[in-house]
């Protein structure tokens, strides 16, 4: 059972480029959720999604960013027009959404680097 | 500032000695969850301890609860170089799916 994928795990991009970042839950798992993590910081909280619902976005940035998980395919987290303050590594998690707060299964995330 | 905060922020032992990490957080929570990264790599679940429990084991891992105190800790026994991580602790608040994070123990296992 393959655990929660991500790719790509490295992306370089430059100023006013698009990112797009994509994560495929554990198998079973109907619930995404998107971290991002600064050097030596913890996570922060940006989004969570169960297949074509964003469920809360409170984390998100208003502009630039946006999130979905379609019914097929991977969830994919998309920034438009990426700063340099966008650097950072981005986490994926998975839970089965059975009950709140559970368990969340984290893939090995993408770090992003905008030149 | 966050809801959960971890103490201290570095920690440096020597192998087989125990290492404890504490958290504490504001809000009234559901549960309290540790996990662990390794540099460069994702999280990795370790505990999860609900809000009326009271201690938890795992192996080498003990994890207490004060809810009264609004703090955690988490304790490794016999530490080995391969802990050597950062340690995050994680709280899940009644009103919502978030896990609310704190900013990580560093922990360092000298050999």
């Known amino acids: 059972n393959a655990g929660v994928m991500q790719n790509p795990r490295h992306l370089v991009r430059r100023r006013g480029q698009e990112a797009r970042l994509r994560c495929s839950p554990m198998k079973g798992h109907s619930h995404v959720y998107w971290y991002r993590q600064l050097p030596e910081e913890g996570l922060k909280f940006m989004v969570y999604?169960?297949?074509?619902?964003?469920?809360?976005e409170s984390g998100m940035p208003k502009e630039r960013f946006s999130a979905e998980f379609p019914k097929e395919g991977p969830s994919i987290l998309r920034i438009q027009q990426v700063v340099r303050g966008d650097s950072a590594a981005y986490f994926c998690?998975?839970?089965?959404?059975?009950?709140?707060?559970?368990?969340?299964?984290f893939g090995p995330g993408t770090r992003l680097l905008v030149l | 500032s966050q809801q959960g905060e971890e103490d201290p922020q570095a920690l440096s032992i020597q192998e087989g000695e125990n290492a404890t990490m504490n958290c504490s957080y504001k809000t009234s929570i559901n549960n309290l969850q540790w996990y662990r990264q390794n540099s460069g790599r994702g999280l990795v679940h370790l505990i999860l301890?609900?809000?009326n429990e009271r201690e938890k084991h795992s192996g080498r891992l003990r994890v207490t609860l004060d809810t009264s105190k609004k703090s955690s800790s988490l304790l490794i026994t016999a530490s080995r170089a391969a802990d050597t991580a950062s340690y995050f602790c994680a709280t899940g608040v009644y009103s919502n799916y978030q896990l609310i994070w704190g900013a990580g123990t560093k922990l360092i296992i000298k050999p």
């Open positions: 301890i609900r809000s």
């Open positions: 998690a998975s839970s089965t959404g059975a009950t709140r707060q559970e368990t969340q299964y």
């Open positions: 999604l169960q297949k074509e619902n964003i469920i809360d």
